[in-house]
Structures are given as C-alpha cells and as structure tokens.
C-alpha cells in the first residue's frame, strides 16, 4: 500500500490471487480507506485441514532450511517445476512459455526459496487470526474461483468469504481450475469492473 501511495495512489480496487489474497483480506481490514474495492480469485482466506506440504515447513526450519535449500532445491525443483505448472492450471491447459515469461526458476534461489516456504508455512497461522475479522470489511467484493480447484478448498475459502464479508458475491466459473484469470481473463475484467461500479453507486448513496 505504502509502496502505491508513493506513486501517488490514493485508493485502489485492490485484486489478489490465492496465496496473495491473505495480504488482500489484511488490506481491506486495515487500510479500508485505501481498499475501494476487493476482489479475490480462488482465495486462501480460513484455515483449512491437512497443513501444507511438507517441503515448505522444512524450507522453512532454521536448522533443515538451509541444507536443503542450498543443495536440493534447485535440482529437484527444475525437475519437478513443469508438473508443479501443471497442477495449478490443470484442469486447464498451461500458457506454453509460462515457465520462462515468469522467470519462476528464480524462486528456487535460496533466499527466495525460504522467503517463499515462510510466506506458505505461517500462512495458516495468518488466515486463522484473520479469518474471525472478516465481518468487518465493507469494501465491495468479489469473489471468483473455478469449480474444479484441487490447489485450494473453495468450499472452505472462496465460500468462506462469501458467508463472512457482508454483500460479498461468489462467482463459480464451470471447468475452470486455479487460475482464472489466465483461463477466462475477459471475465475478470467484467468482474473488476463490476467491483468498481458497486464502489461508485456506494459513493453515490453516501453523497
């Protein structure tokens, strides 16, 4: 937030994506000046069962992080990278040149591997201390997930939010996995621009 405001941004229709909408939900509770508008696609938001895979814990511990880090990593996660790719977009078909136009190799450097564990193994933890909040925010949002996710439980999270976040509206793409937005983007577009009229006419009734 700091970082737009110093471009001279004074509220934003605030747009996050699994992982990432935890610090979306943070910004519309505490910044909800700042927060015009949410909008949250295939969210991680409540606490769910099962924890997270074990290698993020483990590149995440002080004392087994760093070997593994510096010596596992990169081999193992170069081979593992194209089915991990998969996974996120399946049932959809990943873009071709996803790997490379994103430079996602460089996450396996070490300190980017941790930065990246921590942010996946603290992230319960943060959803729970958020997640009994979320009566509070009165940013218009939208919610879109796909109906055939197997990275995240939209039944925990994306219908989570619906029934927590007041005047919330849940959007449930067909055949449709993690990432929506690379899969039906023109339909993200009308939903963000949906998110920005409902923040307008709240504007209007204020005045």
Known sequence: MRAAQSLGVEEAIVVGH??????????????????????????????WPGGVAWYYTAGADPLFGPPLRRLLTLPVGMAEMPGAVRGVFAPNPAPPDFIDATRLPLVLRPLHFRANCEDVAHAEAAVAALSPRYGAIRAPTEIVTGDSDSVVYAHIHSAGCAGDIPGARLTTLEGVGHSPHHVAPERMVEIILAAERRASERETERA
């Open 18 to 47: 699994s992982l990432g909408c935890v610090t979306s939900l943070a910004m519309a509770l505490e910044a909800p000046g700042f927060v015009r508008a949410l909008v949250l696609l295939a969210p991680v938001s409540h606490p």
